[in-house]
């Protein structure tokens, strides 16, 4: 039963925009994937906020070398819960305490960017929106709520950097009945400044998440190069066969 109320509030509250998607999703900027200075500190970010409850447990710290850090720098600065670079992405947080404090263990983050894939945008763009979207709700548990992720159990970690905002929201005509009326968003009231501004913030935020993006699949970048490089061979090769086609049949009628 508790499922099923929960399912109807998100319905509810999607319902708002128009689409059971949920609310636009914004576009992630995708030049930060090959970015290494933005890379580095997604990472810096990942192992300070979010790793003290989320696991990665499919990513050891060393493949970071890739992000152009030695294993030195690794070890000094981003292993804070391993003792050799050579280990996996671990935490302490036993996963029934996770369920008890937050009514759902946190899950690991090793392919989140790729799980959050829709119709609506990438999982980067889902995680890019929903970093940029808590607000304050004093009805919750943890205080917070989320735009993309209605009612859900993860307070706003990075709350320092953005400072608190409040959603406001209003009453408007249903589209589909103009007797009736929905609740809308209408944007956000800023309560508190945080340490960053909003494009800082807005940076940082897609710092994580091309770090995220890159930690689903660390070959990405090189397989999108290798597979540019094929399809030039391909065009290449096609038009020279085309030619000795065309010069081995020329005198046969």
């Keep these: 039963m508790k499922k099923i109320l929960a399912c109807l509030l998100a319905a509810l509250t999607f ?23 933005a890379l580095q500190n997604g990472a810096k970010l990942f192992v300070n906020y979010c790793l003290n409850c989320h696991a990665a447990a499919s990513m050891r710290y060393n493949r970071m070398t890739e992000l152009g850090l030695t294993e030195d720098q690794i070890k000094k600065n981003l292993v804070f819960a391993a003792e050799k670079v050579g280990e996996t992405m671990k935490v302490s ?12 263990a946190p899950p690991d983050l090793s392919v989140i960017a790729r799980s959050r894939a829709s119709g609506g945008g990438s999982g980067a763009d889902y995680l890019y929106t929903y970093m940029r979207t808590f607000y304050r709700d004093d009805t919750k548990a943890t205080g917070w709520n989320n735009l993309v992720f209605p009612s859900v159990a993860m307070p706003h970690v990075l709350w320092e950097l953005q400072g608190q905002q409040r959603a ?7 589209p589909h009945d103009p007797k009736k009326t929905v609740h809308m968003f209408n ?8 340490t960053l501004d909003k494009a800082a913030y807005d940076g940082a935020v897609a710092d994580l998440v091309a770090y995220l993006q890159w ?8 397989r999108i190069r ?28």
């Design 93 to 104: 947080l036993d996963p029934k305490q996770g369920k008890d404090w937050f009514g759902a």
């Design 226 to 253: 290798i597979g540019v490089w094929v399809l030039v061979f391909l065009a290449v090769f096609t038009v020279i066969a085309w030619r000795l086609n065309a010069a081995f049949w020329k005198d046969i009628k």
């Design 215 to 222: 930690m689903g699949e660390p070959a990405q970048n090189q």
């Design 168 to 174: 406001v929201f209003v009453e408007a005509p249903d």
């Design 187 to 194: 944007g956000f009231e800023t309560l508190t400044k945080g």
């Design 15 to 37: 319902s708002a925009w128009g689409s059971e998607a949920g609310p636009p999703l914004d576009r992630f900027p995708k030049q930060r994937l090959t970015d290494l200075a």
